[in-house]
Protein backbone atom coordinates (compact mmCIF):
# COMPACT_ATOMS: atom_id res chain seq x y z
CA UNK A 1 0.00 0.00 0.00
CA UNK A 2 1.31 3.37 -1.27
CA UNK A 3 3.17 5.36 1.66
CA UNK A 4 1.79 8.91 2.88
CA UNK A 5 4.59 10.76 1.49
CA UNK A 6 3.17 9.77 -1.91
CA UNK A 7 0.28 11.42 -1.86
CA UNK A 8 0.29 14.62 -3.90
CA UNK A 9 1.23 17.83 -2.07
CA UNK A 10 -0.02 21.21 -2.85
CA UNK A 11 2.56 23.83 -4.12
CA UNK A 12 3.97 26.79 -2.66
CA UNK A 13 5.18 25.25 0.96
CA UNK A 14 8.14 27.03 2.31
CA UNK A 15 10.95 26.20 5.28
CA UNK A 16 10.01 25.91 8.24
CA UNK A 17 6.79 27.34 7.50
CA UNK A 18 5.04 24.78 5.29
CA UNK A 19 1.74 26.07 3.74
CA UNK A 20 1.37 28.68 6.54
CA UNK A 21 1.96 31.86 4.49
CA UNK A 22 -1.33 30.86 2.05
CA UNK A 23 -3.18 30.03 4.33
CA UNK A 24 -2.86 33.02 6.69
CA UNK A 25 -3.35 34.90 2.92
CA UNK A 26 -6.10 33.32 1.32
CA UNK A 27 -7.24 30.01 3.11
CA UNK A 28 -10.87 29.68 1.52
CA UNK A 29 -8.39 30.09 -2.00
CA UNK A 30 -6.12 27.67 -1.26
CA UNK A 31 -8.34 24.80 0.57
CA UNK A 32 -10.80 25.31 -2.62
CA UNK A 33 -7.82 23.78 -4.79
CA UNK A 34 -6.47 21.14 -3.12
CA UNK A 35 -8.95 19.18 -5.15
CA UNK A 36 -7.59 19.52 -8.21
CA UNK A 37 -4.43 16.90 -6.37
CA UNK A 38 -7.17 14.05 -6.42
CA UNK A 39 -9.32 12.58 -3.45
CA UNK A 40 -6.37 13.12 -0.72
CA UNK A 41 -3.96 15.77 -0.63
CA UNK A 42 -0.64 16.53 1.22
CA UNK A 43 -0.29 20.13 2.98
CA UNK A 44 2.23 21.36 5.89
CA UNK A 45 1.19 23.33 8.92
CA UNK A 46 4.75 24.30 9.89
CA UNK A 47 6.10 21.23 10.64
CA UNK A 48 3.40 19.06 10.53
CA UNK A 49 2.03 16.72 7.90
CA UNK A 50 -1.70 17.08 7.39
CA UNK A 51 -3.77 14.70 4.84
CA UNK A 52 -6.69 16.97 3.40
CA UNK A 53 -9.62 14.14 2.21
CA UNK A 54 -11.15 16.11 -1.04
CA UNK A 55 -13.41 13.44 -1.66
CA UNK A 56 -17.14 13.03 -0.28
CA UNK A 57 -17.53 9.36 0.63
CA UNK A 58 -14.02 9.60 1.85
CA UNK A 59 -14.86 12.06 4.24
CA UNK A 60 -18.20 10.37 5.24
CA UNK A 61 -16.22 7.33 5.91
CA UNK A 62 -14.02 9.29 8.53
CA UNK A 63 -17.01 11.18 9.94
CA UNK A 64 -18.16 7.87 10.82
CA UNK A 65 -15.21 6.19 12.03
CA UNK A 66 -14.93 8.58 14.55
CA UNK A 67 -12.50 5.83 16.69
CA UNK A 68 -10.16 5.46 14.31
CA UNK A 69 -10.83 9.33 13.34
CA UNK A 70 -10.31 10.80 16.38
CA UNK A 71 -11.39 14.83 17.72
CA UNK A 72 -7.82 16.36 17.12
CA UNK A 73 -5.04 18.53 15.18
CA UNK A 74 -4.79 21.87 15.36
CA UNK A 75 -8.16 23.13 15.55
CA UNK A 76 -8.91 21.20 18.58
CA UNK A 77 -5.76 21.73 20.69
CA UNK A 78 -6.82 25.29 20.41
CA UNK A 79 -10.19 24.41 21.60
CA UNK A 80 -8.97 22.06 24.31
CA UNK A 81 -7.12 24.94 25.57
CA UNK A 82 -10.31 27.17 26.02
CA UNK A 83 -13.29 24.81 26.54
CA UNK A 84 -11.31 22.04 28.14
CA UNK A 85 -12.77 18.32 27.39
CA UNK A 86 -16.20 19.62 26.33
CA UNK A 87 -18.69 18.05 24.12
CA UNK A 88 -16.92 19.57 20.70
CA UNK A 89 -13.34 18.61 22.16
CA UNK A 90 -13.51 15.43 23.90
CA UNK A 91 -11.86 12.44 22.20
CA UNK A 92 -13.83 9.49 21.25
CA UNK A 93 -13.15 7.69 24.81
CA UNK A 94 -15.14 10.35 26.67
CA UNK A 95 -18.05 11.21 24.21
CA UNK A 96 -20.71 8.61 24.53
CA UNK A 97 -20.88 9.75 28.11
CA UNK A 98 -20.43 13.62 26.88
CA UNK A 99 -23.24 13.33 24.19
CA UNK A 100 -25.89 11.02 26.65
CA UNK A 101 -25.35 14.09 29.64
CA UNK A 102 -26.26 16.69 27.36
CA UNK A 103 -28.88 15.09 25.54
CA UNK A 104 -31.26 16.52 27.97
CA UNK A 105 -30.98 19.96 27.28
CA UNK A 106 -31.51 19.13 23.16
CA UNK A 107 -35.04 17.76 24.10
CA UNK A 108 -38.11 18.91 21.98
CA UNK A 109 -39.95 20.27 25.31
CA UNK A 110 -37.00 22.84 26.21
CA UNK A 111 -36.84 23.66 22.33
CA UNK A 112 -39.97 25.17 22.53
CA UNK A 113 -38.86 27.86 25.52
CA UNK A 114 -35.67 28.14 23.42
CA UNK A 115 -37.31 29.20 20.65
CA UNK A 116 -39.22 31.99 22.90
CA UNK A 117 -36.20 33.51 23.68
CA UNK A 118 -34.67 34.01 20.13
CA UNK A 119 -38.12 35.39 18.69
CA UNK A 120 -37.97 37.36 22.07
CA UNK A 121 -34.43 38.75 21.51
CA UNK A 122 -35.12 38.83 17.84
CA UNK A 123 -37.99 41.13 18.30
CA UNK A 124 -36.35 43.38 20.66
CA UNK A 125 -33.24 43.94 18.84
CA UNK A 126 -35.21 44.69 15.64
CA UNK A 127 -37.69 47.19 17.07
CA UNK A 128 -34.65 49.13 18.38
CA UNK A 129 -33.47 50.20 14.41
CA UNK A 130 -35.21 53.02 12.55
CA UNK A 131 -36.09 53.50 8.91
CA UNK A 132 -32.79 54.42 6.86
CA UNK A 133 -30.13 53.34 9.22
CA UNK A 134 -27.09 51.89 8.42
CA UNK A 135 -26.10 49.26 10.89
CA UNK A 136 -22.87 47.09 11.20
CA UNK A 137 -24.78 43.89 10.68
CA UNK A 138 -22.34 41.25 12.34
CA UNK A 139 -22.37 43.04 15.39
CA UNK A 140 -26.00 43.46 15.58
CA UNK A 141 -26.33 39.50 15.00
CA UNK A 142 -23.34 38.98 17.59
CA UNK A 143 -24.84 41.11 20.35
CA UNK A 144 -28.30 39.29 19.41
CA UNK A 145 -26.58 35.71 19.61
CA UNK A 146 -24.83 36.39 22.49
CA UNK A 147 -28.04 37.68 24.34
CA UNK A 148 -29.91 34.19 23.21
CA UNK A 149 -27.41 32.24 24.54
CA UNK A 150 -26.71 34.07 27.86
CA UNK A 151 -30.40 33.77 28.22
CA UNK A 152 -31.01 30.35 27.34
CA UNK A 153 -27.82 29.10 29.26
CA UNK A 154 -28.82 31.02 32.48
CA UNK A 155 -32.39 32.71 32.19
CA UNK A 156 -32.19 35.97 33.65
CA UNK A 157 -30.04 35.28 36.72
CA UNK A 158 -26.41 37.22 35.62
CA UNK A 159 -25.98 40.35 36.81
CA UNK A 160 -25.58 43.01 33.70
CA UNK A 161 -22.05 43.16 34.31
CA UNK A 162 -21.36 39.50 34.51
CA UNK A 163 -23.40 39.14 31.43
CA UNK A 164 -20.44 41.68 29.73
CA UNK A 165 -17.47 40.51 31.22
CA UNK A 166 -18.46 36.67 29.61
CA UNK A 167 -19.33 38.72 26.26
CA UNK A 168 -15.80 40.72 26.39
CA UNK A 169 -13.52 37.53 27.03
CA UNK A 170 -15.66 35.64 24.63
CA UNK A 171 -14.79 37.65 22.08
CA UNK A 172 -10.64 37.84 22.80
CA UNK A 173 -10.84 34.37 22.59
CA UNK A 174 -12.47 33.88 19.18
CA UNK A 175 -9.91 36.92 17.83
CA UNK A 176 -7.03 34.67 19.03
CA UNK A 177 -8.69 31.60 17.78
CA UNK A 178 -7.66 31.03 14.33
CA UNK A 179 -4.04 32.97 14.74
CA UNK A 180 -3.23 30.05 17.15
CA UNK A 181 -4.68 27.84 14.88
CA UNK A 182 -1.95 28.15 11.89
CA UNK A 183 0.89 29.19 14.15
CA UNK A 184 3.36 27.50 15.10
CA UNK A 185 3.44 26.21 18.58
CA UNK A 186 6.40 28.02 19.94
CA UNK A 187 5.01 31.18 18.46
CA UNK A 188 2.27 31.08 20.87
CA UNK A 189 4.29 30.84 23.84
CA UNK A 190 5.79 34.15 23.25
CA UNK A 191 4.37 36.59 25.81
CA UNK A 192 3.03 38.88 23.15
CA UNK A 193 0.22 41.14 23.82
CA UNK A 194 -2.33 38.86 21.86
CA UNK A 195 -0.78 35.76 23.39
CA UNK A 196 -1.57 37.31 27.05
CA UNK A 197 -4.68 38.58 26.77
CA UNK A 198 -6.06 35.52 25.28
CA UNK A 199 -4.63 33.27 27.93
CA UNK A 200 -6.85 35.90 30.72
CA UNK A 201 -9.88 36.08 29.30
CA UNK A 202 -9.64 31.82 29.40
CA UNK A 203 -8.63 32.33 32.94
CA UNK A 204 -11.65 35.04 33.77
CA UNK A 205 -14.41 32.94 31.76
CA UNK A 206 -13.33 29.36 33.37
CA UNK A 207 -13.34 31.69 36.61
CA UNK A 208 -16.66 33.62 36.28
CA UNK A 209 -19.01 30.36 34.75
CA UNK A 210 -17.53 28.23 37.99
CA UNK A 211 -18.73 30.89 40.09
CA UNK A 212 -22.04 31.01 38.36
CA UNK A 213 -22.07 26.92 38.34
CA UNK A 214 -21.44 26.62 41.99
CA UNK A 215 -23.99 29.45 42.72
CA UNK A 216 -26.68 27.26 40.90
CA UNK A 217 -25.60 24.04 42.58
CA UNK A 218 -26.29 25.58 46.06
CA UNK A 219 -29.71 26.85 45.14
CA UNK A 220 -30.88 23.14 43.72
CA UNK A 221 -33.48 24.58 41.44
CA UNK A 222 -34.41 24.44 38.17
CA UNK A 223 -34.64 27.52 36.17
CA UNK A 224 -35.94 25.79 32.56
CA UNK A 225 -32.58 26.84 31.07
CA UNK A 226 -29.53 25.00 29.35
CA UNK A 227 -27.58 25.28 32.98
CA UNK A 228 -30.47 23.71 35.39
CA UNK A 229 -30.64 20.73 32.32
CA UNK A 230 -26.76 20.26 32.23
CA UNK A 231 -26.24 20.49 36.18
CA UNK A 232 -29.30 18.06 36.64
CA UNK A 233 -28.37 15.42 33.87
CA UNK A 234 -26.56 11.98 35.12
CA UNK A 235 -25.39 9.48 32.73
CA UNK A 236 -27.49 5.88 33.00
CA UNK A 237 -24.50 3.82 32.84
CA UNK A 238 -22.62 5.16 35.81
CA UNK A 239 -25.32 7.33 37.72
CA UNK A 240 -23.36 9.87 38.04
CA UNK A 241 -23.92 13.66 36.58
CA UNK A 242 -20.84 16.28 35.85
CA UNK A 243 -18.17 17.12 37.86
CA UNK A 244 -17.97 21.42 38.55
CA UNK A 245 -14.78 21.13 35.95
CA UNK A 246 -16.73 19.51 33.59
CA UNK A 247 -19.70 21.51 33.71
CA UNK A 248 -17.74 24.96 33.37
CA UNK A 249 -16.14 23.31 29.85
CA UNK A 250 -19.90 22.27 29.03
CA UNK A 251 -20.99 26.04 29.38
CA UNK A 252 -18.13 27.45 27.88
CA UNK A 253 -18.49 24.79 25.08
CA UNK A 254 -22.44 26.20 24.43
CA UNK A 255 -21.29 29.47 24.32
CA UNK A 256 -18.77 29.05 21.18
CA UNK A 257 -21.21 26.64 19.83
CA UNK A 258 -24.40 28.98 20.10
CA UNK A 259 -22.91 32.58 19.40
CA UNK A 260 -20.24 33.44 16.59
CA UNK A 261 -21.27 30.59 14.30
CA UNK A 262 -24.86 31.49 14.49
CA UNK A 263 -23.93 35.25 14.30
CA UNK A 264 -22.32 34.64 10.86
CA UNK A 265 -25.13 32.48 9.40
CA UNK A 266 -27.27 35.28 10.14
CA UNK A 267 -24.96 38.09 9.18
CA UNK A 268 -24.22 36.41 5.78
CA UNK A 269 -28.09 35.91 5.10
CA UNK A 270 -28.56 38.89 5.71
CA UNK A 271 -26.25 39.84 2.94
CA UNK A 272 -27.37 37.53 0.31
CA UNK A 273 -31.50 38.57 0.91
CA UNK A 274 -29.94 42.47 0.40
CA UNK A 275 -28.29 40.84 -2.94
CA UNK A 276 -31.67 38.88 -3.84
CA UNK A 277 -34.48 40.95 -3.31
CA UNK A 278 -36.97 38.20 -4.83
CA UNK A 279 -35.89 35.75 -2.39
CA UNK A 280 -36.36 38.36 0.59
CA UNK A 281 -39.83 39.39 -0.57
CA UNK A 282 -40.97 35.83 -0.57
CA UNK A 283 -40.13 35.11 2.65
CA UNK A 284 -41.64 38.12 3.53
CA UNK A 285 -45.02 36.96 2.34
CA UNK A 286 -44.18 33.65 3.87
CA UNK A 287 -43.79 35.41 7.31
CA UNK A 288 -46.74 37.55 7.41
CA UNK A 289 -48.79 34.59 5.85
CA UNK A 290 -47.92 32.42 8.92
CA UNK A 291 -47.73 34.73 11.98
CA UNK A 292 -51.08 36.59 10.99
CA UNK A 293 -49.65 39.70 13.68
CA UNK A 294 -48.34 37.36 15.89
CA UNK A 295 -44.75 37.10 17.16
CA UNK A 296 -43.29 34.81 15.80
CA UNK A 297 -42.74 31.24 17.78
CA UNK A 298 -41.34 27.49 17.42
CA UNK A 299 -45.14 26.46 16.11
CA UNK A 300 -44.35 28.48 13.65
CA UNK A 301 -40.78 26.89 12.05
CA UNK A 302 -43.04 23.95 9.75
CA UNK A 303 -44.38 26.77 7.29
CA UNK A 304 -41.53 28.59 7.25
CA UNK A 305 -40.33 26.53 4.49
CA UNK A 306 -38.60 29.27 2.24
CA UNK A 307 -36.90 30.56 4.97
CA UNK A 308 -35.39 27.58 6.11
CA UNK A 309 -34.09 26.52 2.76
CA UNK A 310 -32.57 30.70 2.85
CA UNK A 311 -30.79 29.50 5.91
CA UNK A 312 -29.52 26.08 4.55
CA UNK A 313 -28.29 27.63 1.15
CA UNK A 314 -26.68 30.20 3.42
CA UNK A 315 -24.71 27.46 5.55
CA UNK A 316 -24.24 26.15 2.13
CA UNK A 317 -22.23 28.60 0.69
CA UNK A 318 -20.53 29.76 3.78
CA UNK A 319 -20.46 27.03 6.53
CA UNK A 320 -20.21 28.18 9.68
CA UNK A 321 -16.84 25.62 10.46
CA UNK A 322 -15.12 25.49 7.43
CA UNK A 323 -12.19 23.62 7.99
CA UNK A 324 -12.54 20.67 10.62
CA UNK A 325 -9.58 17.85 11.56
CA UNK A 326 -9.04 14.66 12.93
CA UNK A 327 -5.78 12.48 14.08
CA UNK A 328 -5.73 8.87 13.43
CA UNK A 329 -5.35 6.33 16.59
CA UNK A 330 -3.52 3.96 14.28
CA UNK A 331 -2.27 2.79 11.68
CA UNK A 332 -4.88 2.98 8.61
CA UNK A 333 -5.73 2.57 4.92
CA UNK A 334 -7.37 6.22 3.52
CA UNK A 335 -7.92 6.35 -0.03
CA UNK A 336 -5.44 3.96 -0.94
CA UNK A 337 -2.77 5.59 1.23
CA UNK A 338 -1.36 3.92 4.41
CA UNK A 339 -1.42 6.78 7.39
CA UNK A 340 0.75 5.88 10.43
CA UNK A 341 -0.87 6.53 13.91
CA UNK A 342 -0.91 10.01 14.88
CA UNK A 343 -1.59 11.62 10.96
CA UNK A 344 -3.67 14.77 11.06
CA UNK A 345 -6.53 14.47 8.59
CA UNK A 346 -8.11 17.58 7.21
CA UNK A 347 -11.79 18.56 5.32
CA UNK A 348 -13.60 21.74 4.58
CA UNK A 349 -16.90 21.72 4.11
CA UNK A 350 -16.29 24.99 2.82
CA UNK A 351 -14.74 23.33 -0.60
CA UNK A 352 -17.41 20.43 -0.61
CA UNK A 353 -20.22 23.03 -0.97
CA UNK A 354 -19.00 24.87 -3.42
CA UNK A 355 -17.23 22.56 -6.09
CA UNK A 356 -19.10 23.22 -9.76
CA UNK A 357 -18.96 18.71 -9.92
CA UNK A 358 -21.16 18.88 -7.18
CA UNK A 359 -23.32 21.50 -7.18
CA UNK A 360 -25.35 22.95 -10.10
CA UNK A 361 -24.41 26.73 -10.48
CA UNK A 362 -22.50 26.11 -7.20
CA UNK A 363 -21.27 29.26 -6.27
CA UNK A 364 -25.21 30.87 -6.83
CA UNK A 365 -27.22 31.33 -4.00
CA UNK A 366 -30.54 29.62 -4.90
CA UNK A 367 -32.65 28.47 -1.61
CA UNK A 368 -35.08 26.75 -4.35
CA UNK A 369 -32.23 23.63 -4.54
CA UNK A 370 -33.49 22.48 -1.42
CA UNK A 371 -37.38 22.56 -1.85
CA UNK A 372 -37.76 19.50 -3.43
CA UNK A 373 -34.99 17.28 -2.37
CA UNK A 374 -32.97 17.08 1.16
CA UNK A 375 -29.24 17.49 1.40
CA UNK A 376 -26.82 14.54 0.38
CA UNK A 377 -25.14 13.46 3.72
CA UNK A 378 -22.17 13.25 1.51
CA UNK A 379 -21.94 16.90 0.16
CA UNK A 380 -23.95 18.92 2.64
CA UNK A 381 -22.19 19.14 5.46
CA UNK A 382 -22.56 21.88 7.95
CA UNK A 383 -23.01 20.52 11.12
CA UNK A 384 -20.42 17.75 10.16
CA UNK A 385 -21.65 14.39 10.34
CA UNK A 386 -21.73 10.64 12.17
CA UNK A 387 -21.56 10.21 16.02
CA UNK A 388 -19.52 13.43 16.42
CA UNK A 389 -22.39 15.67 14.23
CA UNK A 390 -23.34 18.96 16.00
CA UNK A 391 -25.49 18.42 18.38
CA UNK A 392 -27.18 21.93 18.71
CA UNK A 393 -27.76 21.68 14.72
CA UNK A 394 -31.73 22.28 15.59
CA UNK A 395 -30.60 24.83 18.48
CA UNK A 396 -28.59 26.62 15.23
CA UNK A 397 -31.37 26.48 12.49
CA UNK A 398 -34.24 27.65 14.65
CA UNK A 399 -32.37 30.38 15.96
CA UNK A 400 -31.46 31.70 12.23
CA UNK A 401 -34.89 30.42 11.35
CA UNK A 402 -36.54 32.97 13.79
CA UNK A 403 -34.18 35.86 13.54
CA UNK A 404 -33.83 36.08 10.04
CA UNK A 405 -37.78 35.74 9.70
CA UNK A 406 -37.91 38.46 12.41
CA UNK A 407 -35.75 41.05 10.70
CA UNK A 408 -37.67 40.27 7.19
CA UNK A 409 -41.10 40.96 8.46
CA UNK A 410 -40.44 43.95 9.56
CA UNK A 411 -37.28 45.55 7.39
CA UNK A 412 -36.17 45.20 3.99
CA UNK A 413 -32.44 44.70 4.20
CA UNK A 414 -30.44 47.11 1.24
CA UNK A 415 -26.85 47.15 0.21
CA UNK A 416 -25.05 50.43 1.03
CA UNK A 417 -21.60 49.71 -1.64
CA UNK A 418 -21.32 47.41 -4.89
CA UNK A 419 -18.03 46.50 -3.54
CA UNK A 420 -17.57 42.68 -3.19
CA UNK A 421 -18.01 41.37 0.54
CA UNK A 422 -14.95 39.36 1.78
CA UNK A 423 -14.98 36.50 4.75
CA UNK A 424 -12.70 36.95 7.59
CA UNK A 425 -11.54 33.77 8.41
CA UNK A 426 -10.82 32.85 11.69
CA UNK A 427 -12.20 29.58 13.49
CA UNK A 428 -15.36 30.39 11.68
CA UNK A 429 -16.71 32.41 8.90
CA UNK A 430 -17.98 35.47 9.49
CA UNK A 431 -18.54 39.00 7.11
CA UNK A 432 -16.01 41.51 6.77
CA UNK A 433 -17.04 44.81 7.33
CA UNK A 434 -20.85 43.88 6.42
CA UNK A 435 -22.90 47.16 6.72
CA UNK A 436 -26.94 47.21 5.29
CA UNK A 437 -29.63 49.88 5.85
CA UNK A 438 -32.48 48.89 6.90
CA UNK A 439 -36.02 50.52 5.19
CA UNK A 440 -39.48 50.18 7.59
CA UNK A 441 -41.60 47.57 5.65
CA UNK A 442 -44.91 50.31 6.43
CA UNK A 443 -42.38 53.14 4.16
CA UNK A 444 -41.86 50.75 1.68
CA UNK A 445 -43.82 52.26 -1.70
Known sequence: MPAIETIPRASGILPLLGHIAPLARDPLAFVSNLHNYGPVARIRMGTKHVVVVNDPALIRSVLLDDRTFDKGGPLFERGREALGNGLITCPHSDHRRARRLSQPAFQPRRMADYAAVMSEQADKVTRSWHDGQILDITSEMMALTVEVTLQTLFTNSLPRATASQITDDFLTLMTGFFRRMISPPLLNQVPSTGNRAYARAIRRLRETVGDIIAARRAEGSDHGDLLSA?????????????????????????????????????SWAMHLLSQNPAVESRIYQEVESTRHGSRLDFTHLPALETTGNAVKETLRLYPAVWMLTRVTTSDT?????????????????????????????????????????????????????????????????????????????????????????????????????????????????
Not at 410 to 434: F, H, I, M, N, Y
Open 230 to 266: LCSATDPDSMTGRTSTELVDEVLTFLLAGTETTAGTL
Open 333 to 445: DLGGYLLPKDTIVAFSPYQIHRRSDLYDQADQFDPDRWRDSPPAQETYIPFSAGPRKCMGDRFALTQATLVLATVVSRWQLLPVTDKALQPSVKASLTPRGLHLRVAARSSQP
